[in-house]
């Protein structure tokens, strides 16, 4: 678990981001007033953000396992015996077997 989730996860309020966006656009939605519909619009942008900030955290969560993944696999050693490129130590070895 990161940083980002553990963080994201101490917060009291452990409702989905989304369902708490789309329920503060129809409370917007629900009013005929303006200045009412005003006020609503500021819970509106701070689900928004919100929901901006949980993919933030998710995508680069997402982007650093790739990472390790693709490191791990670099620091891997390959398993195929190495080719002898000088002639006169293949020679050698040759006599010595023979």
Do not use: C
């Amino acid at each position: 678990m990161s940083i980002g989730t553990e963080i994201l996860s101490l917060r009291r309020n452990q409702t989905s981001s989304v369902s708490l966006l789309i329920g503060a656009i129809e409370w917007q939605r629900a009013t005929n007033n303006d200045s009412i519909k005003l006020m609503r619009s500021h819970a509106v942008l701070q689900a928004v953000d919100l929901v901006l900030l949980n993919v933030a955290v998710h995508a680069q969560e997402t982007t650093d396992e790739q990472l390790t993944r693709k490191n791990r696999r670099a620091a891997v050693p390959s398993r195929r015996k190495r080719r002898i490129s000088d002639p006169h130590t293949l020679l050698r070895q040759q006599r010595l077997f023979a």
